[in-house]
């Protein structure tokens, strides 16, 4: 019988989703390289490797789910080619092996450039970088025997979440009353996501066998401008909105020219220079659930910033 989920991860989505199937009385193995991750009484954090069959067999052993939250080493199309395949592949054929669905959380990387809202039936066919990663990951699951669930969602913000544009470059910052300043426009419209909405969506999939085999969009409240995220933070915290402005893509590409990390952050530059909104309401009416307003997000994110940076 299964009695237990298997999260992969201790990220900001992987440490949230075990935290709420914990806190829901579910019985969760995080598995990590170090053995890290949040504290629970039914979180049981294990040391080694998912990319490693015998690791991922053993802790599949009797489980509900897989809850597939790795990434990469390293922000760069070249790191993602050679280690994002690989470790899928092994962890669908550990899930098929155990009898158990994997549910991913995605990025929109694969939409590619685009012109009006996505929904779940706008093209996921972008070919190269970064984009195009995310286009083969998404079609090898789909090809996979192993049932699947992949959640996508815009770029994220939240408790727990550092590496992000909205994270621990923006909110710091704000409460700091220091500049702002952001890449591409203060004021295209862009899809933030909640990462405790994706996360609730993650767990939701993972128990219907109806929502296996999609595509799904985490449940994200309508795109604001960065301008409005950083207003939003600044009511949260009670603080000023600072002064703000923007990294224009054309610089960020100059400067990539000589400089890797910057290179492969311009790629993706795209989706801050025009409109990039997320369309979740099909499936949010599939998965019976609705975004957190942007208000309660901020405010969440503020309270937990201010406990990190007092600590």
Do not use: N
Not at 44 to 62: I, N, P
Not at 78 to 98: D, H, I, N, S
Not at 247 to 252: E, R
């Amino acid at each position: 019988m299964h009695q237990h989920h298997v999260v992969t991860g201790a990220g900001p989505v992987g440490s949230t989703v075990a935290l709420q199937l914990a806190e829901a009385g579910q019985h969760v193995v995080l598995l990590t390289r170090s053995g890290s991750g949040p504290e629970h009484p039914l979180i049981e954090r294990r040391a080694g490797d998912a990319g490693r069959a015998e690791v991922l067999d053993a802790a599949l052993d009797g489980a509900r789910a897989l809850h597939h939250c790795v990434h990469a080493s390293r922000y760069d199309a070249a790191t993602w080619r050679r280690e994002l395949p690989a470790t899928e592949q092994v962890v669908l054929a550990a899930a098929g092996r155990a009898g158990t669905v994997v549910v991913f959380p995605e990025s929109l990387y694969a939409y590619g450039a685009v012109t009006g809202p996505i929904t779940e039936d706008t093209p996921r066919t972008a070919t190269e970088g970064k984009p195009g990663v995310r286009t083969a990951l998404l079609a090898a699951r789909a090809t996979s025997a192993t049932p699947t669930v992949s959640v996508a969602a815009g770029d994220f913000y939240g408790p727990r979440v550092l590496t992000s544009h909205a994270g621990e470059r923006m909110v710091p910052t704000i409460l700091a009353g220091r500049t702002m300043r952001v890449v591409g426009s203060l004021d295209q419209p862009h899809a933030f996501t909640y990462v405790p909405d994706l996360a609730a969506a993650m767990v939701r999939a993972a128990e219907d066998p109806g929502l296996w085999d999609s595509v799904l969009h985490a449940p994200t409240a309508p795109a604001l401008t960065q301008r409005e995220l950083v207003a939003a933070f600044a009511a949260a915290g009670d603080v000023p909105v600072p002064k703000v402005g923007a990294i224009p893509a054309g610089l960020l590409r100059t400067i990539g020219l000589v400089h890797r990390d910057t290179r492969e952050l311009a790629e993706m530059a795209f989706q801050f220079t025009a409109p990039f909104e997320l369309d979740s309401r099909r499936s949010e009416e599939r998965l019976g659930l609705k975004p957190t307003s942007v208000e309660d997000g901020a405010r969440a994110t503020v309270a937990w910033w201010r406990e990190r940076l007092s600590a």
